[in-house]
């Protein structure tokens, strides 16, 4: 078979497969992904020609991934449920209440900013997995708190892990090209800086687009868990009603953001830019500055419809109990503190990360995986958990629960992610087969590269997105398709950095939408079953980010003008414009009606 529109609709069917059952039809992930799993077999065994001991060695590699992301999901349900035990999320909910009752700032300096930090310190989905649970402890329903999670996993994550989308992930994928060495040497870069240029495209691409990302994030939160007895457009509206925070907050993050990424370069946009908007946001907010004057807040409880909410609990018996903030923040601030230092400090990072265990050559082949238990982000939640049992002075049996607990809601989240990273290294490793074909993720940007010709920049972010949904990471989704980016923006004749950059802004947009990183911060709050449905709504942000970012890759390509990417951002900026506007017709209409 070597028609390359025929390849690219079959590579493309376990995509379709896994996007009917969970969107869709919204079947449950531990039941869509073993059906996903099966289709992306098949079509590796029988069109790709990938023979069977590579597809088992591939399921091994996935399986050992899956095992490192569960250990950072447990690790987070036992941070959890022992400040839920210890009754440091009572204080905690409190410290929050202080700054605002309202839900809408609340989701902003958690979500946009602290996720923001820890994603620039952590990355691999940990946000979501610390941002969700604090949420929850909140008073937040479930799917409420996974969403806003899940929704901040963007404008940080091409710069998250200290860097590590860029610094691994394009680095490597561009290295090694002798086209990509001529294009550096004709600008007079070391590949170094030639990269650290192309990050600065992404993050100016990631500061203008990521500016709304805050107000987006109370729009969806006002609109799908506002109180039923207004429309959705009036709730949507109650969104609006916090702008002016929301557009505070946001320029507080990315324009320090962008400065670190021009002036320090890839490795601390996200983490300065997230811990230099919290701190200028928080204290702002202390003071009232730019603050809502009616707060805003979920339907009473007793309204909730049963999907918003999961089998995760804080602890009503110690809901009274208060203690002072800085011991009931301890836990936290040690994960914050720890995993910048393991990140930045080399001697440390390499003493953790010189403990591994090592799967080489699995069954023969030359694929190959590792895990190093001391440096995942999922020993330094238990640990931070186990600092707890001393600085909230828990006695035995609330220590017992705490993992009882969190093993109990490990186990509904294993199925799921013990078939979705298999499926992810088979898809992936297809390119190590018998019919001479490439992987089926460069088949399918091949295919799409070779339909839209010229506009392949407006297409550039889209690709990363698909990397990322299909790898569950900005950094692989980079690996596998930098070059790719680079060829192309060359064979059309227009400069390969802004859309490489394109592909690093797509890759972090898409994970917002990854199967694995939804089902992991699902897990955090007991919210399984449901990754459809927020799928559904967390991939509204997600278009929106890859249709900016694609408009903003085709002017930095060729300049402002008649052409495709200016006219796209036109239309985008008033499509914008015309629906916050009626939007802000119909909040007045029903406050006046």
Not at 421 to 446: C, H, W
Request: hydrophobic share 55%.
């Amino acid at each position: 078979m070597d028609n390359l529109a025929v390849l690219s609709l079959v590579a493309l069917a376990p995509i379709v497969v896994i996007g009917i059952l969970l969107v869709g039809l919204r079947w449950p992930a531990k039941y869509a992904m073993p059906l996903g799993f099966a289709v992306v077999v098949g079509t590796a065994a029988f069109v790709w020609g990938v023979e069977p001991v590579v597809i088992a060695a591939s399921s091994i590699e996935g399986l050992v991934l899956a095992v490192g992301l569960l250990y950072i999901v447990f690790g987070a349900l036992l941070l959890l449920g022992t400040l839920s035990s210890s009754g440091a999320l009572a204080t905690i909910r409190g410290t929050f209440t202080d700054i605002s009752p309202d839900r809408r700032v609340q989701a902003i300096i958690i979500g946009w900013l602290f996720g923001s930090f820890i994603e620039g310190a952590s990355g691999f989905g940990t946000p979501a997995a610390v941002v969700a649970p604090l949420l929850l402890a909140l008073g937040f329903p479930a799917m409420a708190a996974v969403m806003v999670g899940l929704t901040i996993q963007s404008t940080p994550v091409t710069f998250g892990a200290v860097g590590t989308p860029v610094l691994v992930g394009v680095t490597d994928g561009l290295s090694g090209n002798a086209d990509v060495a001529e294009r550096a040497s004709m600008l007079g870069l070391p590949l170094p800086d030639y990269i650290a240029g192309i990050a600065l495209d992404a993050a100016l691409i990631h500061g203008i687009v990521g500016t709304l990302i805050p107000l987006f994030l109370v729009c969806l939160l006002t609109g799908f868990f506002g109180t039923r007895d207004k429309p959705l457009p009036a709730r949507l509206a109650d969104g609006l009603g916090v702008w002016k925070f929301a557009l505070f907050a946001a320029l507080s993050m990315t324009v320090p953001y962008v400065a670190v990424a021009a002036l320090l370069g890839p490795e601390f946009p996200a983490l300065l830019g997230g811990l230099i908007g919290l701190a200028i946001v928080v204290a702002a907010a202390r003071r009232g500055v730019f603050l809502p004057r009616e707060p805003w807040d979920f339907p009473p409880r007793a309204n909730w419809e049963s999907t918003w909410m999961g089998r995760v609990e804080p602890d009503s018996d110690v809901a009274g109990r208060r203690m002072h903030p800085v011991r009931a923040w301890s836990p936290y601030l040690l994960v914050a503190v720890l995993l910048v230092l393991t990140r930045t400090i080399e001697p440390l990072s390499d003493a953790l990360t010189g403990i591994s265990l090592n799967f080489d050559g699995i069954l023969g082949t030359g694929i190959s995986e590792s895990l190093e238990p001391l440096y995942l982000p999922g020993f330094i939640l238990v640990l931070a958990s186990v600092a707890a049992y001393g600085l909230h002075r828990m006695n035995g049996a609330r220590i017992a629960a705490s993992w009882r607990v969190a093993g109990r809601q490990i186990a509904g989240t294993a199925v799921a992610l013990l078939f979705a990273l298999p499926l992810v290294r088979v898809f992936i490793n297809s390119d190590l087969n018998t019919s001479g074909y490439e992987s089926m993720p460069l088949t399918l940007a091949d295919g799409a590269a070779s339909a839209v010709g010229d506009a392949w920049p407006v297409f550039a972010p889209w690709i990363g997105a698909l990397g990322a949904f299909v790898a569950g990471s900005n950094t692989v989704s980079n690996l596998m398709f930098s070059l790719f980016q680079f060829s192309t923006a060359e064979q059309i004749g227009v400069s390969p950095e802004p859309v490489v950059a394109g592909q690093a802004v797509g890759g972090a947009a898409g994970n917002m939408i990854t199967v694995h990183n939804v089902v992991a911060a699902s897990a955090t709050v007991g919210l399984l079953g449901r990754e459809g449905d927020l799928i559904r709504k967390t991939i509204i942000p997600m278009i929106y980010y890859c249709l900016f970012a694609g408009a903003l890759a085709f002017v930095f390509t060729t300049g402002l003008g008649l052409n495709l990417g200016t006219i796209m951002l036109l239309v985008l900026l008033l499509a914008v414009a015309a629906v916050i506007g009626r939007l802000q017709a119909t909040g007045r209409a029903a406050r006046t009606g």
